[in-house]
């Protein structure tokens, strides 16, 4: 009897199309093939294999590719995410079969050059001293033997076209060069040692010697530790228990925290810097790390969140740093949150998985309270130093002058700091110049044409800027509503105007901006936040990016600026985002061998949140917030879903909203919201009007949307309905 192959497709499809297996093609469940769809050619994916009997006007699949099969774990967390997130198995499937581009460039072939036989037939001065410098025969980049030789790049070019010096092709760098787990390494304190064994304690590949047999323990752990604790020292001991255990790990963080700082501290560590996966490895490269994670030759890789997707062979550790991060949370396509589909392949793989943070999210500590994740605590920073002295900067008595931003005593305080020889760190959590721009004359503000937004203006870039689409506009002369000059006027801070009044209140002093939007992205700013950690400037001015666990070792000093500013919104989780965030960007002070110190500018210094990190008791915030949250029902102690509807014209997509929720009839234990209109109301041309479910802890409530969409109205033209289970973003 022929075989019927179930072929998983990585489109936007919901179930597997069925092909027949044509003789003398053995497939296996997992195996990558080409399937015909239609026209064209497509690849997919083994989900199932069936005997059929009698004739069949199935399409025969076209070949097996030759690629690593997806393991069952990877299918199981397929499923698992289409499931929980209500989004199409297939694009669920997009997210992790990744194949080769053949439009990706190739990588970048490095080349020598050597030294030749063949004398110049042109001796000069310059070329002199290139050819002094190469004749020990070694394999040099043409710019480096340049350099080295104090000549240009020019002369070098020259010997290559006569023949004196030859191009030689290089290898590429290995992508995955082997960690050795008994590296050299700094020892750790005892309270880091004591947290090791207690890490270790219950992980399945895990046995010291002379131990006796022990149940594992596959639990999650939170790992806590306060800003500077050493709590990254304490996971590599893991990882490299890991290796030593002839598994791989896979370390999770946010994007702009891999810096060549960190990867630095795990070459310190471990002898070799580890496998990067993030959006900046293209091309054939990217090929190579991938086949590396597949073969079990990458042991350890270092990732942002597609990474959870790698094809691991033997994956052993999970580990997600700065687990309480938003940058986490995927918010277009499939909206899933990595740090909870790691704990799901964890479970799935049978491997530890490791949740660290300074300031974890509620969920994450509810669930340690309760058992279900194992807790482990580093109290106190690493080498006796001191957290920094927090206090707050009453902006009611202590106001900045006309036109400026920073308050009297923190000007005095950067003063101080610098005139010590040591850098101080501005914060505010706001891109560009001013976040709004105005007429004076008739009051007209510029909004972006495509979103319910002001455009920001961006001084640097000469330009007006939405933050949602991407729209720009110059920044004119003249208002376009009146058409008088001068009267444009920028309302509020951004980073780039603090960078603008630190120039002026400081003179001399090296300033850099540290934004997310500036030119150059994300390898820019790897490259400036390595050169703040070495000292390369005096007054660093920045956005949220600086506090994702970056270590500033010679920063004493934080001021922040508009510290109330995430505390209007009406998120639910406005308090516990901006504990979180200042409580991070604050312990950047103080790291090295000097005592820091923090001053917060607010109007709010009473505020629960300010109160709570002006204290330093972190655990009645915790508190506090978790009786809030169990009092109103809001996760972890219930559940919420977004359903965000969308379309060009704002009446079809407010219509399908009310239909939708016409068609609700929400069950005991499930309430529905809405729809009212996001408070970003109009994005890249799209008017959009928000439901939201909000559901009792033990309502199924994947289920209940799944019945509600099957019963409401059908999607037309070009209305769409996004669904974001556990929301982070309400906007």
Not at 200 to 223: I, Q
Not at 399 to 424: C, D, I, M, W, Y
Not at 640 to 655: F, G, H, K, T, Y
Request: with cysteine; net charge neutral; charged share 25%.
């Amino acid at each position: 009897m022929p075989s019927v192959a179930e072929i998983l497709i990585p489109l936007a499809l919901d179930t597997p199309y069925s092909y027949v297996v044509p003789a003398g093609l053995d497939l296996a469940t997992g195996d990558v093939v080409q399937v015909p769809l239609g026209p064209r050619e497509i690849v997919g994916v083994v989900w199932g294999l069936a005997e059929t009997a009698g004739g069949s006007n199935l399409r025969p699949v076209t070949g097996r590719l030759p690629y690593p099969p997806l393991s069952e774990p990877l299918r199981s967390l397929v499923d698992w995410i289409a499931r929980y997130t209500l989004a199409p198995k297939g694009s669920a499937l997009s997210m992790v079969l990744r194949l080769p581009d053949e439009t990706n460039a190739a990588e970048t072939i490095r080349v020598a050059v050597r030294i030749t036989d063949k004398p110049p037939s042109r001796p000069t001065p310059a070329r002199t001293k290139v050819l002094a410098v190469a004749i020990d025969g070694a394999l040099r980049g043409k710019s480096a033997l340049a350099k080295e030789a104090g000549v240009s790049v020019s002369v070098v070019d020259g010997l290559i076209d006569d023949g004196v010096l030859e191009t030689v092709a290089v290898e590429p760098e290995p992508v995955a060069p082997r960690p050795d787990p008994d590296f050299p390494r700094t020892p750790l304190s005892p309270a880091q040692g004591g947290a090791v064994d207690e890490l270790l304690e219950g992980f399945p590949w895990h046995r010291p010697s002379g131990a006796t047999e022990a149940a594992a323990d596959l639990r999650p752990v939170l790992l806590e530790g306060v800003t500077g604790s050493g709590k990254t020292e304490v996971y590599f001991e893991a990882v490299a228990a890991c290796i030593r255990a002839g598994l791989q790990a896979l370390i999770l963080m946010p994007e702009i925290a891999l810096t060549a700082q960190f990867l630095d501290r795990f070459a310190a560590r471990f002898g070799v810097r580890p496998a990067a996966w993030h959006s900046g490895i293209g091309g054939k490269r990217r090929e190579r790390l991938r086949a590396a994670v597949a073969e079990g030759e990458a042991l350890v890789v270092v990732g942002a969140r597609s990474a959870l997707f790698l094809p691991f062979a033997r994956l052993g550790l999970i580990v997600v740093d700065e687990e309480h991060e938003t940058a986490y949370k995927q918010e277009d396509g499939v909206h899933y949150h990595a740090r909870d589909m790691a704990v799901v392949r964890g479970r799935l793989e049978g491997c530890p998985v490791v949740l660290t943070s300074a300031t974890p999210a509620i969920e994450t500590r509810v669930n340690a309270a309760r058992g279900r994740y194992r807790h482990v605590l580093l109290p106190e920073r690493f080498g006796g130093r001191k957290m920094p002295d927090i206090a707050a900067i009453d902006m009611r008595r202590d106001q900045p002058e006309r036109g400026r931003f920073l308050s009297p005593p923190l000007v005095n305080a950067v003063k101080h700091t610098l005139e010590r020889g040591e850098q101080a760190l501005l914060f505010l959590n706001r891109r560009g110049y001013a976040p709004l721009t105005l007429c004076r004359a008739c009051g007209h503000r510029y909004q972006c044409k495509n979103c319910s937004t002001w455009l920001v203006e961006h001084r640097f870039r000469r330009a007006l800027v939405c933050h949602q689409c991407g729209y720009a506009e110059r920044r004119p002369e003249a208002c376009t509503e009146c058409g008088t000059f001068d009267n444009l006027t920028a309302c509020g801070p951004g980073v780039e105007r603090i960078a603008e009044e630190a120039a002026e209140v400081f003179p001399g002093r090296r300033i850099v901006v540290l934004s997310s939007d500036f030119p150059g992205g994300a390898e820019r700013l790897r490259q400036e936040l390595d050169a703040v950690a070495a000292g390369e400037c005096d007054v660093v001015i920045g956005t949220q990016l600086v506090a994702k666990g970056h270590n500033f070792p010679f920063l004493t000093l934080v001021g922040v600026l508009d510290a109330d500013i995430g505390l209007t919104s009406g998120d639910p989780r406005a308090a516990e985002r901006t504990f979180q965030l200042l409580q991070q960007v604050t312990g950047r002070a103080g790291r090295g061998e000097k005592p820091g110190r923090a001053l917060v500018q607010t109007y709010q210094p009473d505020h629960p949140v300010i109160a709570a990190l002006l204290s330093g008791d972190a655990e009645r915030f915790y508190q506090e917030e978790i009786q809030a949250r169990e009092a109103a029902g809001l996760p972890p102690f219930g559940r919420l879903a977004a359903l965000i509807v969308s379309a060009s014209d704002r009446a079809v997509a407010e219509a399908h909203g009310q239909a939708l929720a016409r068609a609700a009839d929400p069950p005991e234990g499930v309430m529905v919201l809405g729809p009212a209109e996001a408070p970003l109301a109009l994005v890249r041309g799209r008017y959009r009007f928000r439901l939201l479910v909000k559901t009792e802890r033990n309502v199924d409530l994947q289920n209940y949307l799944r019945s509600w969409l099957a019963r409401g109205p059908k999607v037309r033209g070009n209305v769409r309905v996004a669904i974001d289970v556990d929301p982070q973003s309400f906007l």
